[in-house]
């Protein structure tokens, strides 16, 4: 009997999900090993027990990066596009799990942007800069284009932060009139755009209706769910105001609990969709059940 490697029995991480009359694919781009010390909010050490009482690591946390394509209107849509050629080998998978879907990124008709950090946006161009979905409309939301895009806004920018600006205008520059900026509300039959401000300062979810049935795409309320469920409290240092980050995920996981909707999130552990349940004084998260005719 022969063996295999676990590289041969790897495959690209790809999960169906019905939606009423539409398919919620979640697409895994792959992961980003973090540091415990990006956590503010609560002390350190809290995090690492967190992190270690959710059977996660507490010296290098994990953050998954996901990104969900829709079928069932016109043409497949996008909601943000993973990282790209730009970041470590662990990240970066998007266009593998995308065409295992049977998908080409020529046939994608609209790309729904939560934000431009690199994680979301880096997948939507090639290393020369160049668009590689090719006939897209490129969906931003205004709070964030007025941000990334604002005159002058990169020179104000910290050093570390310049990269961010410049991505952004890379991005308009790749899309051109394709890019269409986009407020709160109905940004295609059936999505609305729902401001999540604190993350960046136009960070925004998505709900997507079918029928009776909706699924709220959060984008980035949580990033380390062993940590931030039960203490949604505790924020990034790359939050640009991580006060804010807070007041709008206790707003969500409040509003997810009590109405027991579906959720779904970039950087919760793949297949990451579920549901938000209290826990004490914090929260929890509860996956959803898959099945084959799911």
Known sequence: MSTSST???????????TLGDRVV???????????IGLVQGIPSEEAARLQVEGLRSPDAPRIT??????????????????????????????????????????????????????DHVG????????ALYPT??????????????????????PDGAKAGFRRAHALVAAYGDRIRRAGEGEV???????????????HTAYRVQSGDRSLL???????????????????????????????TRKRILDRAAAERSLVAGMHLEFPALGSV?????????????WSAAS
């Open 217 to 247: 795409i959060w984008g980035d309320v949580v990033h380390l769910p062993a940590i931030q469920f039960a203490r949604p409290e505790a924020f990034l240092s790359f939050d640009v105001d991580g006060a804010m980050a807070v007041a």
């Open 277 to 289: 349940r209290r826990d004490g004084a914090g929260f929890a998260w509860v996956p959803e059940q």
């Open 25 to 35: 694919v979640a697409l895994n781009d792959g992961h980003i090993d973090a540091s």
């Open 65 to 118: 990066v996901n990104a969900f394509l829709i079928l069932g209107g016109p043409a497949p849509v996008l909601i943000d596009a993973g990282m790209g050629a730009g970041g470590p080998a662990s990240v970066g998978h998007l266009m593998t799990a995308l065409r295992a879907c049977g998908v080409e990124p020529g046939s994608i008709g609209a790309v729904l942007v939560t934000h431009l950090h690199s």
């Open 136 to 157: 897209a409309e490129v969906v931003i939301p205004e709070a964030e284009a007025a941000y990334w895009l604002a005159e002058g806004a990169e020179g104000r920018a």
């Open 7 to 17: 590289a041969d029995l790897v495959r690209p991480g790809v999960l169906p999900w």
């Open 123 to 130: 997948g939507l161009m090639g290393p020369d800069g160049a």
């Open 188 to 202: 295609l039959p059936g999505v609305e755009a729902i401001l999540a401000p604190g993350h960046t300062p136009g």
